[in-house]
């Protein structure tokens, strides 16, 4: 198939609908506006729903009525936007509804700006919502590798019960790429007839399917809460993805970065390298489950001295790196959160002060 050159956040529309997902509920806000204009045009002609709620808070629900009775459902959103869905993300979590979310994230705290951050690290991977909930959480680096992530979010989502995340910044959104679309990836909605609250009829079936999360007797809430962590376990052994650049030799430093940050640390390395610096690179693709073992591997090579997470952020991430690494080597953080991005030169200088 043909590349064509697509704005990430319309890239985003078009890959929902070849993954196969017809129902896209959203409420507009910068800065991925344009994955709603997009769709509002799209959905119609391909026998799609796009619905505007009349907030956050309705497309959470949304979300949560439409895959409790079966669909595949999608919304995309940014920030304070994510924040207002976290209940409803709970609630998806705690009674098993897939369902697929895109931030692209703002600067914060507050309505913060709309220039590149990835200041919703912890939110992502740590506070999503309420109770004991995680989501799966992938990180892409490029207009082509959302496009792959969105496609594959519906299966992965599907396969777990459970809400997946997409978590790029204003770069990802808004920067023009070109992008290929395989058929390869494209999947069927898995068969929900077991679970979902489609109607006896439907499924042929005298017995109610319940989508619930309400489990008032201790004992039965401690079960689901032990399964629903088994889940999360099984992510973590199945679904860690990250790419490792330049580590197959010695290097002095390693970097551990995502998402656009990380194109620009690829940059800086390969400088580096022309001046006889060597310097390693951990790209996680998923922040959860995080690659703990390929970052702790990295790190304990004789020759490292110095670990660095290089970040659009006051510093998140960095705590996974400081887990993954286990005292063995010095870590410390880098980045900037105001919607500036670090140029490879300061990161050149960054690296050069940590291995004096």
Known sequence: MAKVLMKGNEAIGEAAIRAGCLNYFA????????????????????????????????????????????????TTSSSPGISLMSEAISYLCGAQCPAVFVNIMRGGPGLGGILPSQGDYFQATRGIGHGDCRMLVMAPASVQEVVEMVMRAFPLAEKYRNPVMILGDGLIGQMMEPVEFSDDLKTEPSNKDDWASSGMDHRGSKT????????????????????????????????????????????????????????????????????GIEVGMIRPQTLFPFPEKAVGDAAAKASCTHVVSIEMSMGQMVDDVKLSVLGRKPVSWYGKCGGEVPTPEEIIGVVKERIA
């Open 27 to 74: 409420y507009p806000i910068t800065p991925q506006s344009e994955v709603a204009e997009y769709l509002a045009r799209r959905m119609p002609e391909v026998g799609g729903v796009f619905l505007q709620g009349e907030s956050e808070v309705a497309v959470g629900y949304m979300l949560f009525g439409a895959s409790g009775a079966g669909a595949r459902v999608f």
């Open 208 to 275: 109610r399917n319940l989508v619930k999360s309400l489990f008032l007797d201790p004992t039965v809430l401690n079960d689901q809460n032990l399964m629903l962590k088994a889940k999360y376990d099984r992510m973590r052994e199945e679904e860690v993805r990250y790419e490792a650049y330049n580590i197959d030799g010695d290097y002095q430093c390693l970097i551990v970065s995502y998402g656009t940050m990380s194109r620009v640390c690829r940059t800086a390395i390969d400088m580096l390298k022309e001046e």
